[in-house]
């Protein structure tokens, strides 16, 4: 479940990255080309995404711990999004293969 959330906290901060005009941003991978050509609809599914991952973790831990525990994912996905995105070393395949792995280990950490 922290592993859909902390998804969600990171894509939408990246949907809401590539919206922005000041950005020097790269169009490398088809899913950027069209968040940078309609910026509306990127917008508004970035801050759903963001709020859907605050809701989940306010319901997972409480008030205060999961608003501290989405202010701490928004800052770390941000630095990790205006470092590494202008470069282009992370691609799609890479967060995919990280995300089923966090998710199969929660799951097993869990039972």
Partial sequence: MYTLLALFCFL???QQYNTSA???LSAAGSYQKWLQSNRGKARWTGLLLMLLSLFGLIIADGWMLGLFTFMLLLMAGACYTVALAPLGYVKLKQILIITI?????ELIVLK
């Fill in 12 to 14: 939408g901060f990246f």
């Fill in 22 to 24: 000041k950005a020097r």
């Fill in 101 to 105: 792995l966090s998710l199969l280990i």
